[in-house]
């Protein structure tokens, strides 16, 4: 069981967010406020609309807020310079997305090890620290296989481990089970669970799904672009009612 501490890794404050349209502006995120400590497990979950995917960018440093504060580690995102901003997607944070976005030419192991190209790392470390994750998600017999060469669900894994190949604090995990069937979802939600409950790793998820949100052990609900609910899990995982 990870130790939380009384630091927030994510804080984030009276944010709002609206796009310009040729009708005008359209708000997404209307006074969104929460915080996510260190080895906490987090799901976000919301209708088609609800604000979820918009808050996911604003959360990876994808997109900025039009207002409100958003803290990251204690450090004003709005205050970076593209560098920093860069230096926080590659180092600070790691994204999993529905799809796997693997290199279709490149072993897993290259696959894995790319995030470490951008930071310099010479290649025998690279393929060390590669097959350091593609061990932690049991794929360490696979290093050399191309992605077409395994399922589905093991794809997603080794995106996974190149989620975690620069060790962030912080795994963002957008519709990770979107395109697997409901065995290999189960599969993968028991990784997550096993990352954030053996390393520490803090786990903010964002899902439709209330069986995949069911896995974590806290719950933040966004509808029309609020939070209508932010505590424990339910206990019942198919009606997803607060707890």
Do not use: W
Request: some cysteine.
């Amino acid at each position: 069981m990870a130790i939380l501490t009384t630091q927030p890794v994510i804080r984030i404050a009276h944010l709002f967010k609206e796009y310009l349209t040729d009708a005008g502006a359209v708000p997404v995120l209307k006074d969104v406020s929460f915080t996510v400590m260190p080895g906490e497990f987090v799901a976000i979950m919301g209708a088609s609309g609800s604000g979820k995917s918009t808050l996911m960018n604003i959360l990876g440093c994808l997109d900025v807020p039009t207002s409100g504060t958003y803290l990251l580690n204690d450090s004003d995102v709005s205050a970076q310079n593209p560098d920093q901003l860069a230096h926080l997607r590659n180092e600070v944070i790691g994204f999993v997305f529905q799809g796997f976005n693997l290199l279709p030419r490149a072993n897993l192991a290259d696959n894995v090890a790319l995030p470490l190209i951008y930071r310099g790392i010479n290649r025998t470390e690279r393929l060390a620290r590669a097959s350091e994750m593609l061990e932690k998600v049991g794929l360490s017999a696979h290093l050399n296989y191309r992605p077409n060469q395994i399922s589905g669900g093991q794809q997603q894994r080794v995106a996974i481990a190149r989620a975690l190949v620069n060790r962030p604090r912080l795994l963002l995990a957008d519709e990770p089970t979107g395109n697997l069937d409901t065995h290999t979802s189960q599969e993968i939600m028991a990784l997550f669970s096993e990352l954030n409950r053996r390393e520490g790793i803090t786990i903010v998820l964002i899902t439709h799904e209330p069986d995949i949100a069911a896995c974590a052990n806290r719950l933040v609900r966004l509808a029309d672009g609020i939070v209508i609910y932010d505590g424990a899990m339910a206990l019942s995982s198919s009606s997803m009612e607060p707890a």
